[in-house]
């Protein structure tokens, strides 16, 4: 596989993660604005605990979950995507709707990063594993 697709994959990683680890540090920190985000959407206080620890884990998911099973980076990818969703529905329902286009932009890049990662070969061992499991 090309180093540009594992440059691309790196960053399009990368990117998303650092701003996960960024976004989780102010959640679990209890900062204000956070706070008053969570409050303005009448969600509890633990939520937003939940959502914290949820984006630190499909941080460090994104950035080391191939060193444990390779296809770790891709279901933490798809778990940030829910947590996005969530994002652009709270602030599509509560703020004027460009509030969600960040959060539309984020899924976007990790939607990038599934397909980017969907090709490079180490990562397609998983689709082979599970043609060889039906094959009977």
Known sequence: MSNGKKITYWVLAGIPAAMFLVASFFKLTS????????????????FMYFIGIAELAGA???????????????????????LMLGAVVSHGTHDPIVMAIPAALVIA?????????????????WVSTLKTARTP
Do not use: C, N
């Open 60 to 82: 460090l998911g994104l950035l080391f979950g191939s060193i444990l099973h390779p296809i770790l980076p891709r279901l933490a990818a798809l778990g940030l995507i829910i």
């Open 109 to 125: 890049v990790l939607v990038a990063f599934l397909y980017v990662g969907k090709q490079l070969k180490e990562l397609d061992w």
């Open 31 to 46: 900062s204000d604005a956070m706070v008053q985000i969570f409050t303005h959407f009448g969600y509890p206080l633990w």
